[in-house]
């Protein structure tokens, strides 16, 4: 190299360096008078449609002003190229510290952390170099994620959707399965209040499509918990065991403290609302019965008083076949609750078909019936719906159905026109069965479904021939069995009877007939009219009691009665069974029936008294199953009217002593019952209620078993009192009672103890009824000494004495015979019998004699 070159080399590497220096002092004097201190608010962005970084930037010189540019410096050069996303702010005030927001995430940018770098220029543009920067953290794109759904209402119904982030509602829905309930709904960060216009009970869902900050869309439909109970800063109320508390707080991500505060509770929690949520839920199930207390963000108080539901659920049978529904009780400790009922699977799962819902009586009780299922095993699920407090019975077990069968007990039934047919049909395989009675060309068909419900095997069907076309003439003799009249088919009015004749009977149980019968209808009959009396009060008001006292002989049958007395009239006829049940006596008499009781003996220019015989007036007591009626009245209570028919209105009087009646019976020709009146009749008269004794002056022994005696004309079974006291001046005074009752042939008697009195005592007997109107009957009667009788034995063992003692005279013949003497004295007291006749009678003073002879011969020698 000559030394031009050399030079030259020098000058230019000199120019260069120069150069550079020269740059360097020129840019490092821009940046100190532009942007400095970038401070990246958005520290963490998820990538998003709407990812936006923003960053504040401070503006040191206050004379300049060209612009402040920001942009994400993805490839980390610290230059600004075309790709970059950036955002710019020129209409600051120098000197400040200015926000440039809204920095574009592009979605081709990788998660990772990148440099936001900044720059004051007046020519912002690719080549760009920052001036200084901040970082930034873009994450991958991630939506909200669902938090909660919690109903409550704290005075305004609504469901508290809480997501773990901030969120915008492009729509929310609570439905329950079909009907969107919402009503509106407000945005506070990532917590949605959807208000809605009532407390639901029912499964809710919500559905929901939200948008977080970045703009990723979340969506989805998730269960709504219902919490019936609502408690907020010092409130106070009670749930349930098994319900769920919802506790609100003031703000969201709220801590919660809760204690029990019985001694014995040691139960403690610490919880929180969770983010963006004011509620905190607490179950109750499980818990101890106690008052829960609830600290609230440390400073808010509130508690909760658990209660026992007392809430059962029993199901009626556990074994059951496919042809049988499910059925039990619900229960709880207080009704109008309303319960939800279904039949799970062996996996737990609702089955279709099942679900029923029931509100619970005033007696906090209510029975279901679910639908047959499949063979299988199956619990029964019930739900308070409120509470939400669910309970699960023990295992149905359900088995195939047998084939099924049903049959008449008998294949022909006799009864009479107008009365009630029991039509029994036994079942196999089944509790169900349809019963068929006529046929259409027999001018009267009706078909009844019958269902077994007390599982006996079989169904007795009443059937009242009165009044077939109403549906209210069939019944079942078992309460509990169930029936329902499916049709009736007739040509008879609706006021009618069925004619006499021979009426089809049906049974199936799967579509065609099982078995046939014959229902036999016969002509009704009018058979008689009887009369009978029971004691005055007697209490007959059944038929039971119509029974047992004709069994005891406290009713008995008469053409007499004592005035006072119970009167009861027995009609005998057939086919009136049915009008009894379907209507009563009052409104049958005069349109189906007449009962007249009119005097026969009225006495001259006097028109004849007529009995007023109603429900008012007597007991009407209906045997229909032997065709007896029984109508029962006391002449006491019962009034009488002068008219052709009984009148209230007209004047009225009592029944008197020998009034004469004659009781009839007449079916009426112009009823339903009888094409001609139909009669029967019986007469009675009416007699003063009298006691007798049977002797005016009563002369007994003292002895036991002293018989005092008399006649009534009361009714039999009629209790009395007889009193004997002693009157005059008997000592020591007694008095004696007995209460007797008379007998069916009007006659009393009871026996006395006068053992303890003594001779020629006298005394008053007197006899009274303990109810009634008869007068006292009395009598006098004196005490005699009980009268001994002996027999021939007796009188010969006396002779022999006799004769011994006559012959042997010595001291010891003498100690032999006075022992001699003794021994029929013995024998004779054996045989004594005491007499009701008073005094010392004939043989007494006979061996009185005979021992007063032998003394005075034993002190001759």
Do not use: C
């Not at 608010?41 to 002003?65: E, I, L, M, Q, Y």
């Not at 006072?564 to 009136?576: K, R």
């Amino acid at each position: 190299m000559t030394e031009n070159k050399q030079v030259r080399a020098v000058l230019l590497a000199a120019l260069m360096v120069f150069s550079v220096f020269a740059g360097s002092i020129a840019f490092t004097g821009t940046a100190a008078a532009a942007a400095t201190s970038p401070n990246v608010t958005t520290t963490s962005v998820d990538k998003g449609p709407s990812a936006t970084v923003d960053v504040d930037v401070t503006d040191n010189t206050s004379s300049d002003g060209p612009g402040l540019y920001a942009w994400i410096d993805v490839n980390g050069d610290g230059y600004y190229n075309a790709s970059e996303p950036s955002a710019d702010d020129t209409s600051y005030t120098n000197g400040t510290t200015v926000s440039i927001t809204g920095i574009p995430v592009y979605s081709n940018i990788s998660a990772g952390t990148y440099n936001v770098a900044v720059v004051e220029t007046g020519s912002f543009g690719v080549g760009t170099q920052e001036e200084a920067h901040d970082t930034v953290d873009i994450n991958t794109a991630n939506p909200a994620d669902f938090g909660s759904a919690i109903h409550y209402d704290d005075g305004t119904p609504k469901v508290e959707v809480a997501f773990d982030e901030d969120v915008s509602v492009v729509e929310m829905n609570v439905t329950d399965g079909e009907t969107n309930l919402s009503q509106s709904a407000s945005v506070s960060g990532g917590q949605v209040n959807v208000t809605l216009s009532q407390v639901y009970t029912e499964d809710l869902e919500v559905t929901y499509n939200v948008t977080d900050s970045s703009g990723n869309a979340a969506t989805g439909t998730e269960d709504v918990t219902f919490a019936p109970v609502y408690v907020a800063n010092n409130s106070n109320n009670t749930a349930y065991q098994g319900s769920t508390v919802a506790v609100v707080a003031g703000a969201t991500n709220t801590d919660v403290e809760v204690e029990g505060t019985d001694d014995d509770n040691s139960y403690q929690f610490s919880g929180s609302t969770g983010e963006n949520s004011q509620v905190f839920l607490f179950e109750t199930e499980g818990k101890t019965l106690d008052t829960y207390e609830f600290t609230i963000g440390g400073a808010q108080q509130a508690q909760v008083a658990v209660r026992d539901l007392g809430f059962e659920l029993t199901v009626d049978d556990l074994n059951i076949t496919t042809d049988d529904g499910i059925e039990g009780t619900v229960s709880a400790n207080a009704g109008g609750r309303t319960v939800d009922v279904v039949a799970l699977d062996d996996n737990g799962d609702e089955v279709d078909g099942t679900e029923t819902t029931v509100t619970l009586n005033g007696q906090g009780e209510a029975d279901f019936n679910l639908s047959s299922v499949e063979t299988g095993e199956y619990t029964v699920e019930a739900t308070d719906a409120f509470s939400g407090v669910t309970l699960e019975s023990d295992t149905v077990t359900v088995s195939k159905a047998k084939d099924s069968s049903g049959d008449f007990t008998s294949s022909v039934i006799s009864e009479q026109v107008g009365d009630v047919a029991e039509i029994t049909v036994m079942l196999d395989g089944t509790d169900d069965a349809e019963i068929q009675i006529g046929a259409n060309e027999l001018g009267y068909s009706a078909n009844v479904s019958v269902t077994d419900d007390n599982n006996d095997g079989e169904v007795v069907l009443l059937f009242n021939t009165y009044a077939p076309s109403k549906t209210s003439s069939f019944d079942v003799d078992d309460s509990d069995d169930e029936y329902t009249v499916q049709d009736i088919s007739t040509d008879i009015s609706g006021s009618d009877t069925l004619d006499a004749g021979d009426y089809d009977l049906e049974v199936s149980t799967g579509g065609d007939a099982d078995n046939v019968a014959t229902l036999v209808l016969e002509e009704r009959s009018t058979e008689s009219v009887s009369t009978w009396t029971a004691p005055t009060g007697a209490d007959i008001t059944e038929t039971e009691d119509v029974y047992d006292a004709i069994e005891n002989e406290n009713l008995t049958q008469t053409d007499s009665l004592a005035n006072g007395d119970v009167v009861v009239t027995q009609v005998t006829a057939t086919g009136l069974e049915g009008a009894f049940d379907a209507s009563n006596f009052d409104a049958l008499s005069g349109t189906q029936f007449n009962l007249t009781v009119e005097q026969t003996n009225p006495g001259p220019n006097r028109d004849a008294k007529v009995l007023g015989i109603n429900s008012s007036s007597a007991t009407i007591i209906a045997d229909g199953a032997n065709d007896t009626y029984f109508i029962v009245y006391d002449l006491d209570d019962i009034s009488a009217s002068r008219t052709d028919y009984y009148d209230n209105t007209s004047t009225l009087y009592e029944v008197e002593d020998d009034d004469a009646f004659n009781a009839t019976f007449t079916v009426l020709e112009d009823g339903d019952l009888a094409e001609d009146d139909e009669s029967a009749s019986d007469e009675f008269e009416v007699v003063e209620p009298e006691l007798e004794l049977d002797q005016d002056e009563f002369a007994v022994s003292n002895a036991a078993e002293q018989s005092i005696s008399g006649t009534a004309t009361v009714a039999p079974g009629t209790e009395l009192t007889i009193r004997v006291k002693s009157d005059g001046d008997t000592q020591p005074r007694f008095l004696k009672t007995a209460s007797v009752y008379v007998q069916a042939d009007g006659t009393f008697s009871s026996a006395f103890d006068f053992s303890e009195q003594n001779v020629n005592d006298t005394f008053e007997v007197t006899v009274s009824v303990d109810s009634g109107t008869a007068a006292d009957a009395t009598a006098d009667g004196i005490v005699g000494e009980a009268m001994e009788t002996t027999t021939a034995a007796e009188t010969t063992t006396t002779e022999e004495s006799t004769e011994t003692t006559t012959t042997e005279a010595s001291t010891e013949e003498s100690t032999e015979t006075a022992t001699a003497t003794e021994e029929p004295t013995e024998e004779a007291t054996e045989e004594t019998t005491e007499s009701s006749t008073p005094g010392f009678g004939v043989v007494v003073a006979l061996v009185a004699l005979v021992a007063a002879a032998l003394l005075a011969v034993r002190r001759d020698n």
